[in-house]
């Protein structure tokens, strides 16, 4: 661990203070929906809670935790270049971003328990437009430039404690929550004189809440894992308060609720020799997740979400003298799923495709992950929004030996 | 055996890339209008630019005002203002001090301490002014001799309120004539000897002068209003004197006697102008547009009061509120037209009695008024702001002249009766943000 320490903290640093990105998509709920993942689980297109190995862990699945080995650290960064398009422009972001951390213990022969960090919504956007304020009735030669700023910070993220065993060929894990998550959304309206004021307002809301999940994995024969996991609603309070800026101000404070709605993933793997085949099928009901947020989210549509994910992965050679180039894991994914949020009356599609590799670490058992990859968001025909996201994310998995499983 | 390093450098070249990224790359966010669509239309505030009319305006009369503490005394005659300036000479120890005495011609003084004055013959008393400026040069006529009346007013009057109408207690004492506005530049005015009371003759001569109290009046139309240094203005050389013409006996510690004759200047204790204006306002509802007035000197202060309390929510916010005004430069009562004014909130109702209105805080802004722009934006936004939260506090604000003392003018502007076209009548903009209450 001392000897990655460094690139611990490195990591750790490069999140240039947002633990989120940012996306065109953010307004409204609790922002979009993308939780981060590890580069490994990113570059299968987001499938493998029908996985488990002493090396990898998913942090979506506590029933994966059920064979760690060793105990294992995983973090990662995100590096991610996001261009949008809406009707009124284009424009870019470039983000770097911290997606999660997990830690795995093995306890006691197949009981393993593990801390996830893990961020689930991205709340974050930046929307400036630019007017002008006649300097005097009916001037039509001076004129006050105005600039008017749409500012969303935060999200919701979930710190998680997962224990998992096993019995025979099935693996059971359980997990609970703790959802917290802070959401700014500010409006701001300055002019270029000093004579006027700005005005403005902000909504805060500080969300918490406890949520539960179940998963379990079942490997049918050597070759075959199906998996199934429930996240289980999870009520969030948030306590509000809006502030209004500039001359009068008022402050409305007042608790909301807002419902994480349940979700269900059934999942499989097939392996042969060095091939492993991924696939999850997940839906997540947000129509029936409550909202009490006030005016501020009434108009748009909550529509229950679907995903498919897929990827593959190309095992490593245990041949000692195979080529180093077959020593390395290979990986390849595509994933679909949808926003929560209705735009334009539609859904709003996100499709992307992913590629990775994963060098297996020298020093001891641990991988250090690779993936870029392309997701596209919304579709301009039918939200007249879209989005292009291409990025790089880079993971470590670490062994440590501050636990290892005594196998008797 | 040195063991090789080289499978490090994968490692660390990774680390640095990283490194030089994070300093040199950084976050970008998106910055332009791409997805406002988005933003929520209920979470943004509704800009409101709107034009209130004034519901209340008038002129307010304050009058005559102290003007002692000005660097300036004025006096004259012209377009309807007229100026008198008043003294009070109450110090004349400088009458003791042997040091003072210059003979007549000479310019050396030749005695000192050591002489004392025993007595002295009074030859003249002499009022002199030194002047500065004529107020309005456009209108004066040059080269018209003019009179003034010079009346003893009571030696006790009251320097705080002494005003150009307390005349009970002035009594006449001469006419004097003078010569033509362009020699007004020094002023002289003979008091005659037997005009002053002299005292039962004490241990000196100081104490043998009874307290003088002058008023200058130009009595006909002089068709100017000059400007002269007051007691506080005028340095060394150019202050107003009383200047005393006496042959002074002295005799110096040895017994020898010794006379000469001098001029002793008199510093007054006291001076300032003293104000009228003739002109009429005329009366509201007449067939001339009506218009508000400000003036110096004799004092006149513009009131304005709009009420925006039923058109702005109390949820919303002021982002600016400013009062037009529009001046009227070819009005013929405008006179010496000066060009800076500060913003008044008033504290009580005016809208039946102007003049018993209540000037309160300063806005701590001077507005240049020029006859080339004559709209004048007035911002009151903090006032606004102040009102919005605190409708019942709103009585308007005041517009006077930033120094009502420093001379002697009157500027019109339009007001808000039915009879002034929209154009030129005050108007009252808001621009205010609206937002959606919950």
């Known amino acids: 661990m001392r ?177 917290l998550g802070k959401l700014d959304d500010l409006w701001t309206r300055s002019y270029n004189d000093s004579n006027i004021d700005s005005s403005g307002q902000v909504l805060r809301r500080e969300m918490s809440g406890i949520g539960f999940r179940v998963g379990a994995i079942y490997s049918l024969n050597s070759k075959i894992n199906v998996a199934g996991l429930v996240e289980l609603p999870v009520s969030v309070k948030a306590d509000a308060t809006r502030r209004i800026e500039g001359g009068a101000s008022f402050t409305e404070e007042g608790g909301m609720e807002f419902t994480v709605p349940l979700a269900v993933t059934l999942g499989a793997t097939y392996t042969k020799k060095r091939w492993r085949f991924l696939g999850d099928v997940s839906m997540r009901a947000w129509e029936n997740s409550t909202r009490d947020w006030g005016e501020f989210d009434t108009s748009r549509k909550y529509t229950d979400t679907f995903g498919i994910a897929a990827g593959i992965e190309r095992l490593p050679s245990r041949g000692a003298l195979d080529p180093w180039l077959q020593k390395w894991m290979y990986r390849a994914g595509f994933h679909y799923t949808q926003h929560y949020l209705e735009i334009n009356d539609n859904i709003v599609p996100e499709i992307g495709f992913s ?19 392309y997701t596209s968001r919304g579709t301009s025909a039918k939200n007249n929004i879209s989005e292009n996201i291409y990025y790089f994310q880079m993971g470590w998995t670490t062994w440590e030996k501050w636990f290892v499983r005594r196998e008797r | 055996m040195i063991k090789s390093k080289l499978h490090l450098i994968p490692k660390y070249a990774l680390m640095f890339l990283i490194g030089l990224a994070t300093l040199f790359g950084g976050c970008a966010q998106y910055d332009s209008n791409t997805g406002s669509d988005l933003t929520g239309a209920d979470f943004r505030g509704t800009l409101v630019d709107t034009l209130i009319p004034i519901d209340s305006a008038a002129t307010m009369l304050v009058g005559d005002i102290n003007k002692s503490a000005s660097a300036y005394l004025i006096l004259g005659r012209q377009e309807g203002m007229i100026s008198d300036i008043a003294f009070r000479f109450s110090n004349f120890t400088r009458l003791d001090n042997p040091e003072l ?127 002269y240094y007051s007691r506080l203005g005028g340095g060394e050389s150019r202050v107003p004197v009383l200047a005393v013409n006496a042959t002074f006996y002295l005799t110096d510690t040895t017994g020898v006697q010794s006379s000469v004759t001098s001029t002793v200047n008199i510093a007054p204790t006291f001076n300032s102008t003293l104000a009228n204006d003739s002109f009429t306002i005329p009366q509201a509802g007449s067939l001339t547009p009506e218009r508000l007035y400000v003036s110096q000197g004799y004092a006149r202060r513009m009131l304005y009061r709009g009420d925006f309390a039923s058109l702005v929510d109390s949820m919303n916010t002021i982002n600016l509120a400013e009062l037009w005004i529009v001046g009227d430069s070819s009005n013929t009562a405008q006179f010496s037209r000066t060009s800076l004014f500060e913003v008044y909130q008033l504290k009580d109702e005016w809208y039946d009695d102007p003049d018993s209105a209540r000037f309160g805080t300063s806005s701590a802004r001077v507005y240049t008024v020029r006859d080339s722009i004559p709209k004048i934006r007035l911002d009151i936004t903090p006032l ?54 919950p």
């Open chain 1, 3 to 179: 000897r990655y320490f460094g690139i611990f903290v490195l990591v750790v640093l490069m999140s240039c203070g947002f633990a989120h990105g940012e996306t065109i998509f953010a307004p409204g709920g609790i922002g979009y929906w993308d939780p981060g993942i590890n580069a490994r689980i990113t570059a299968l297109g987001g499938a493998g809670i029908a996985h488990f190995d002493t090396l990898y862990v998913h942090s979506n699945n506590p029933a994966t935790w059920r064979s760690t080995g060793a105990t294992r650290f995983t973090i990662g960064v995100d590096i991610e270049r996001t261009s949008a398009k809406s009707p009124t422009g284009t424009d870019n972001s470039d983000e770097y971003s911290f997606p999660g951390a997990t830690i795995a213990l093995p306890i006691y022969k197949s009981l393993g328990i593990g801390l996830v960090y893990q961020i689930l919504t991205d709340h974050e956007y930046l929307v400036l437009s630019r007017s002008q304020l006649q300097a005097s009735p009916n001037d039509t030669v001076d004129f006050y430039d105005v600039v008017e700023r749409n500012d969303g910070d935060g999200g919701l993220s979930r710190f998680g404690v997962m224990t998992g065993f096993g019995i025979k060929k099935l693996a059971i894990g359980v997990g609970m929550d703790v959802y």
């Open chain 2, 101 to 227: 005495l210059i003979a007549d011609g000479d310019s050396t003084a030749n005695f000192d301490t050591s002489y004392s004055i025993d007595s002295a013959t009074w030859h003249s008393a002499t009022l002199k002014l030194f002047g500065n400026a004529f107020i309005d040069t456009s209108d004066i006529s040059p080269y018209t001799p003019w009179t003034a009346d010079i009346f003893r007013i009571a030696k006790d009057f009251d320097p705080v309120t002494i005003s150009y109408s307390d005349t009970t207690t002035m009594s006449f004492m001469l006419n004097d004539t003078f010569a033509t506005a362009v020699d007004t530049a020094e002023l002289e005015i003979n008091i005659p000897l037997d005009s002053l009371v002299f005292l039962q003759m004490d241990t000196t001569l100081a104490s043998m002068w009874d307290t003088l109290a002058f008023r200058v009046r130009p009595s006909a139309d002089a068709n100017f209003l000059q400007r």
């Open chain 2, 384 to 437: 606004a702001r102040f009102w919005h939260s605190y409708p019942d506090s709103n009585f308007g604000i005041g517009v006077r002249e930033f120094v009502e003392t420093a001379s002697l003018s009157r500027r019109t502007f339009y007001g808000n009766a039915s009879n002034v076209p929209d154009t030129l009548r005050p108007w009252l903009r808001i621009v205010y943000t609206e937002y959606k209450i």
């Open chain 1, 355 to 373: 590629i990775g590799f994963g060098k297996p670490l020298k020093t001891g058992a641990g991988a250090v992950d690779f993936t870029f990859g």
